[in-house]
C-alpha cells in the first residue's frame, strides 16, 4: 500500500554530530555549484546553522560538535566526516587535496569520543555524501568521489548489504544529493542523477519510492535529513514538502543560503551517529 497523510509516522530521537562554519569560505571549486569570486557570507552562514543545530535540539535530537579548523572550509560538511553504523566508525578519505586534512580529524574525534571501533579507510570515501543507511541496506554512490573499492571496504566492515549505485550528473557529485532516507527502507530520490542500470534497481528495490523532479533537485531538495517524522529540507524545496506531507511526514524547511554556496545544505550538515 502506498503511504498517504494519514499513514502513522514517529520520529526516534538522533543523535548528530555537526561543525560550526566558523571558518567557512569558497576559496576553491570542486564541484560545479562553488564560485570563489562569490561572496559569502561567513557570519550569515554560522547563524543559519545554528539555527538548524537548535531546530534539532528543540525537537529532542542531540547535537554532538567537533571544532573547525581553520583552513578546512568544507568541514562544515560533516555528513562527509565518517560513516556510523552500530557503533562501528567508517573512517573518510576524501578525493580532493583540498579537504584531505579533514578525514583524521573526524577520526581523532570518534577515538576522542569513546568509539573503541574505528577504521581508518584504504580507498577514497567520502562518507556519509555517499553511504546512505536504510534499514537493510548501505546505499552507496560512485562516479565523483567514492571509489567503487570503498564500497567493497565499507560492506565488509560495516556488514551491510551494499547497494552500489553510478552517479551520472555532476551537480549531483554525492548520493546524498540526489537521494535521502525517509524511514526505515523508505526513500526519495532524483531519477535523473542515476545510470540506466542504478535505476532498475532503485526501481525494483524501493517500489514506493518518492521521486523528486529536476527542479526539486536542484534547490537541493533531496539533501534532507528525517526523523521518521520530521523531514528538514532546504526551503525553497516546495513540491518535495508537499510530497513529503501527503505521505504523512512533517515537513521542516530549512534555509542555508551560504553553504548551498559549497554545494551542500541540511544533510551535507548532519552526520548521524547510528550508536
Ligand atoms: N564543497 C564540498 C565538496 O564539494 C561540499 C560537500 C557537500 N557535502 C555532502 N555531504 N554532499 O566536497
Not at 503511504?3 to 530521537?13: E, G, K, N, S, W
Amino acid at each position: 500500500m502506498n503511504p498517504t497523510a494519514a499513514t502513522p509516522r514517529t520520529f526516534r530521537p538522533r543523535r548528530y554530530l555537526m561543525c560550526r562554519p566558523e571558518y567557512f569560505e569558497v576559496s576553491y571549486a570542486i564541484n560545479p555549484w562553488m564560485d570563489p569570486d562569490k561572496p559569502v557570507d561567513t557570519d550569515l552562514a554560522v547563524l543559519q546553522w545554528e539555527r538548524l543545530a537548535a531546530r534539532y535540539r528543540a525537537l529532542g535530537h542531540t547535537v554532538e560538535l567537533i571544532d573547525p579548523i581553520p583552513g578546512l572550509p568544507d568541514m562544515v560538511y560533516a555528513a562527509n566526516g565518517a560513516t556510523v553504523v552500530g557503533g562501528r566508525v567508517l573512517g573518510a578519505r576524501f578525493r580532493n587535496a583540498e579537504r584531505a586534512a579533514e578525514g583524521p580529524a573526524y577520526l581523532r574525534w570518534f577515538r576522542e569520543h569513546g568509539y573503541a571501533e574505528t577504521l581508518d579507510p584504504e580507498h577514497v570515501n567520502e562518507g556519509e555524501g555517499d553511504f546512505l543507511t536504510t534499514a537493510s541496506w548501505l546505499l552507496a554512490g560512485r562516479g565523483f568521489r567514492s571509489s567503487a573499492a570503498s564500497h567493497r571496504e565499507a560492506e565488509a566492515f560495516l556488514g551491510r548489504p551494499v547497494l552500489s549505485l553510478d552517479l551520472v550528473d555532476p551537480r549531483y557529485y554525492h548520493l546524498d544529493t540526489a537521494l535521502a532516507v525517509l524511514d526505515g527502507d523508505e526513500i526519495m530520490y532524483n531519477p535523473a542523477a542515476f545510470a540506466p542500470h542504478s535505476l532498475d534497481l532503485l526501481r525494483r528495490h524501493f517500489p514506493g519510492a518518492l521521486l523528486a523532479t529536476p527542479a526539486e533537485a536542484e534547490v537541493f531538495g533531496l539533501n534532507a535529513v528525517s526523523d521518521g517524522l520530521h523531514v528538514f529540507l532546504p526551503e525553497a524545496a516546495h513540491t518535495l514538502a508537499g510530497q513529503l506531507a501527503a505521505r504523512g511526514f512533517r515537513p521542516e524547511p530549512v534555509d542555508l543560503s551560504e553553504l548551498l554556496k559549497g554545494g551542500g545544505s541540511v544533510k551535507c550538515c548532519t552526520l548521524e551517529l547510528r550508536d
